[in-house]
Antibody, heavy 116, light 106 residues
Framework: QVQLQQWGAGLVKPSETLSLTCAVYGGSLSGYYWSWIRQPPGKGLEWIGEINHSGSTNYNPSLKTRVTFSVDTSNNQFSLKLTSVTAADTAVYYC??????????WGQGTLVTVSS | EIVLTQSPATLSLSPGEGATLSCRASQSVSKYLNWYQQKPGQAPSLLIYDASKRATGIPARFSGSGSGTDFTLTISSLEPEDFAVYYCQQRSNWLTFGGGTKVEIK
């Protein structure tokens, strides 16, 4: 059973960079896209983007200028960096596995608060 | 970008009642529409994929229908654990989600 475990800073100052990492256990990165999805408190879900094992990426156009994904195949991990954060970036961030057109595995979620 | 509009925003029902949730796409997504359930403090979980196929382990009281731009999630008889928020999702150029329908206890 594939499991995703994520970690990263829960508090980030405005204008700084948000960084999160997700480790994949019980399966390979190959053959899937790996995604980051966020959910502001009390609101809906927003897809941030995705990356595959070879580093090919797709980003949400609304965040594209601030987002960078990376993959570490030796450790079966992938990461998110979001620059120049503001309060609007406060959300629970989920890592997830994409199976063709759906999300079939989710991480546990990390609440990231942007505040000074 | 394909926009998904869910209605109603909130559904107040009693256990044992049936629920009908709607998801409308701004342009056709063929049959490629998925539904998720999210409970407080948890990640969403897949219920229905490709409009009408139940994910592994999902009870038969959950069913999906529709194609093109109009989709429905039906819960035939609500169990206490079904009170949650439901999201529809599609992938054309990229993933988008609807705004969600909260099914709450009346």
């Amino acid at each position: 059973q594939v499991q995703l475990q994520q970690w990263g800073a829960g508090l980030v100052k405005p204008s700084e960079t948000l960084s999160l990492t997700c480790a994949v256990y019980g399966g390979s990165l190959s053959g899937y896209y790996w995604s980051w999805i966020r959910q502001p408190p009390g609101k809906g879900l927003e897809w941030i983007g995705e990356i595959n094992h070879s580093g090919s990426t797709n980003y949400n156009p609304s965040l594209k200028t601030r987002v960078t994904f990376s993959v570490d195949t030796s450790n079966n991990q992938f990461s998110l960096k979001l620059t120049s954060v503001t309060a609007a970036d406060t959300a629970v961030y989920y890592c997830a596995r994409i199976l063709t057109s759906l999300v079939d595995r989710w991480g546990q979620g990390t609440l990231v608060t942007v505040s000074s | 970008e394909i926009v998904l509009t869910q209605s109603p925003a909130t559904l107040s029902l009693s256990p044992g009642e049936g629920a009908t949730l709607s998801c409308r796409a701004s342009q056709s997504v063929s049959k490629y529409l998925n539904w998720y359930q999210q409970k407080p403090g948890q990640a969403p979980s897949l219920l229905i994929y490709d409009a009408s196929k139940r994910a592994t382990g999902i009870p038969a009281r959950f069913s999906g229908s529709g194609s093109g731009t109009d989709f429905t999630l039906t819960i035939s008889s609500l169990e206490p654990e079904d009170f949650a928020v439901y999201y529809c999702q599609q992938r054309s150029n990229w993933l988008t989600f609807g705004g969600g329908t909260k099914v709450e206890i009346k």
